[in-house]
Every structure is written in C-alpha cells, then in structure tokens.
C-alpha cells in the first residue's frame, strides 16, 4: 500500500491504499485527491477531511486527456498552494501548504500523466525531467502512448491547458478529431474548417474516429 512523494505535497500512488481503507490523512498528512479512473472510490475519501476530484477517464488510445489538464492543474494548485490561479511562474518558489495524492488504478499511466501536465505547466520542467521526476520514486511509471503523445504536444503548446484556446488551435483540433473523442462538439463553434455554410457539409458525415477515417497528420 505504498504512497510515493514526487515533491513537496504531491504523492502519487495506485488506488490499492484507497481500497485497503489507509488513513492518507493521518497517516501522511494528505487531504486532497484526485482520482483519475472511473471507478468509485470509498466513500471515506469523498468527505471530509478531504476534496476530493474525480477524473473519469479510461487508460486506453482515444481518451482526450489534455482536455482535463486546466480542471486538475486548477485543483493542485489550490491544495498546494490554497489558489486555483496560481501563478505558474511562482509556483515552484511557493511554498506547498498541504499535500494532495494523484492516483488511478495502477499508478502507472492515466495519474502520471495528469502530474506530468502540472510539473511542465508550473515547474517549467520538460516532458522528460517530469517523467524522470516521478520514475525516481515510482519506476514502474508508463503514461500510455496516446497520453505521451498528447503531453508532447501539451508542451509544444507551451503547456496551454484552456479549453477555449486550445479549441481554436488547428493542431488541438486534429488532434480531437483523430481520437474519436465524444466530446467533439466543444471545437466547432470557432472551427472554420466547419463553418461555412455554402460547403453545406454535414458535420457528422465527417467526424468519424480514428478507426475509420484516414489519419491525415501525425504529432512527430
């Protein structure tokens, strides 16, 4: 039932401490959670003494994660730092004013990933050092090739994380559309690609998913 600390308050761990019913609050002195699977947790860890964020999303090969990035980096930075608009710039001089644990099933991929999109958007680290950061403590961490793919571009965009920027970036908005993501809808309104009337295209018609579709441009 092992918590592994990556720096200052920030642990990471697999949801097995959860299940076996540790005392993460008294025990390491954590009092925010963010589980990053869709399965429930124990009630225990919903209430108070905790907050508690649930991120439901799969560890497969079309989940849209970066689309969850502004929600979880929000969350940290109010359990670290006790506000949600931190600044990114200070933050790694800030000192940390309670812990918080990222967790998913196995610790391994899906939590990793969300810790990942932190330590580059507020610590300034690369992809490399952030996964470094956690592998030294946690070795067994492996953010699946569909997160690695979209961290990589997370930090091409300069760690950009908003939602309504990110949907007006054409690269972000290949990007949903090659993952079959359900949540489409959320980049047409300033999509241009879609919005012109004389083409009279059927959206539908053309958002099909990965599977299905000819993949037309590929993150290097």
Same mark, same amino acid.
């Given at each position: ?54 991120i439901p999303v799969d ?10 990035f502004e929600q979880t ?15 990114? =710039?200070? +933050?790694?001089? #800030?000192?940390?004013?309670? /812990?918080?644990?990222?967790?998913? %099933?196995?610790?391994?991929? $899906? ?16 992809? =490399?050092? +952030?996964?470094? #950061?956690?592998?030294?403590? /946690?070795?067994?961490?492996?953010? %699946?090739?569909?997160?690695? $793919? ?32 359900? %949540? ?37």
């Amino acid at each position: 039932m092992s918590l592994y600390r990556v720096l200052g308050g920030i642990y990471i761990s697999s949801a097995e401490p959860l299940y076996e019913g540790l005392d993460i609050s008294m025990e390491h002195g954590i009092e925010h959670v963010i589980s990053v699977q869709k399965q429930s947790v124990p009630e225990s860890y919903t209430k108070t003494p905790y907050r508690h964020l649930q991120i439901p999303v799969d560890d497969d090969e079309t989940t849209n994660i970066i689309a969850f990035f502004e929600q979880t980096n929000r969350f940290i930075c109010f359990a670290l730092y006790g506000n949600p608009d931190q600044i990114p =710039k200070t +933050a790694k001089l #800030a000192k940390h004013k309670s /812990k918080i644990l990222i967790h998913c %099933n196995a610790g391994c991929s $899906r939590s990793p990933a969300i810790l990942a999109a932190f330590l580059m958007k507020y610590y300034q680290m690369s992809l =490399k050092v +952030a996964l470094y #950061a956690m592998r030294r403590v /946690k070795p067994n961490v492996r953010p %699946n090739d569909n997160f690695l $793919r979209q961290l990589k571009l997370y930090e091409e965009l300069r760690c950009q994380d908003n939602p309504k920027i990110l949907s007006s970036i054409p690269i972000y908005k290949q990007l949903v559309l090659e993952l079959g993501c359900n %949540n489409y809808e959320d980049i047409l309104e300033s999509d241009d690609l879609y919005g012109d009337e004389a083409t009279n295209v059927d959206v539908s018609s053309v958002l099909r998913c990965k599977r299905c579709r000819p993949r037309s441009y590929e993150i290097p």
